[in-house]
């Protein structure tokens, strides 16, 4: 019995002094945290470290915050922090939904805007840097009597690329109104906000609400209208 009890408290011993092993971090400027085993240590040249799947970085001194050695859990899964690269090409295909507010139509034609839309859009894009980005973007939307095609210019700023990583956008373009003869559609612009939740390197969730203005005209009838529109869906 009481070699029984030794050999637990010995594996307990072992497991617990397991448990408090210490990890190398580093913590960068952009927002990033990498862990793993310092190989060269931060000198003004820079910092180089090995994470725990093998792979090895080089961060110049003006990229590191600091660099500091922490306990960390022996599950590689906490311990890997994941961040969407952030670098060249890519794809945003979204659902959205706009809710009506204010007026439908100006002047005496005026009426509550209570007409709302579903839409799919899908932006291409190209990061200029890690935090600015340039795209293109075109949809359908559906506003129940009639639909539009949106072909717009779209722009996105991420302030920091973090697992969760807010983000601003900014569009401008044109509503085609190409599958009903009776609707010509309009100018179309939209500013907004929104969060990216990192999945791997090169697929994120991302989440935004905005405001949309959206011109349009049947016949000799003005429907411009303004909408709140909210988005979920994916970045590759």
């Known amino acids: 019995m009481k070699t029984i009890l030794l050999t637990f408290a010995m594996m307990l011993m072992a497991g617990l002094t397991f448990g408090q092993d210490k990890m190398d971090v580093v913590y960068l400027k952009d927002g990033r945290v990498i862990k793993g085993s310092i190989i060269k ?3 003004a040249e820079g910092v180089q470290i090995m994470t725990t799947e093998s792979d090895v970085y080089t961060f110049s001194a003006k990229e590191v915050l600091r660099v500091t050695r922490e306990e960390i859990d022996h599950d590689n899964l906490k311990n890997k922090i994941i961040v969407h690269d952030g670098e060249g090409f890519t794809n945003i295909t979204t659902l959205g939904y706009g809710f009506g507010i204010g007026d439908v139509g100006e002047g005496r034609a005026a009426a509550d805007n209570d007409a709302n839309y579903f ?7 190209y990061h200029l840097t890690r935090n600015l980005s340039l795209g293109v973007g075109v949809g359908v939307e559906w506003f129940g009597d009639y639909e539009l095609i949106p072909v717009y210019a779209d ?25 009903d003869d009776t609707n010509d559609g309009g100018f179309m612009a939209g500013v907004g906000g929104g969060v990216q939740r990192s999945l791997n390197p090169n697929m994120a969730l991302v989440a935004s609400l ?23 869906g994916f970045k590759f």
């Open 210 to 232: 905005g405001y949309r203005f959206q011109a349009n005209a049947v016949g000799l009838d003005e429907l411009n209208a303004n909408y709140l529109q909210l988005s979920v």
């Open 155 to 179: 722009i996105r700023f991420y302030p920091g690329l973090t697992e969760w990583a807010p983000f601003f956008y900014g569009d401008v373009g044109y509503g085609l109104g190409v599958l």
């Open 119 to 125: 839409a799919i859009h899908t932006v291409n894009g």
């Open 41 to 43: 240590p931060l000198d």
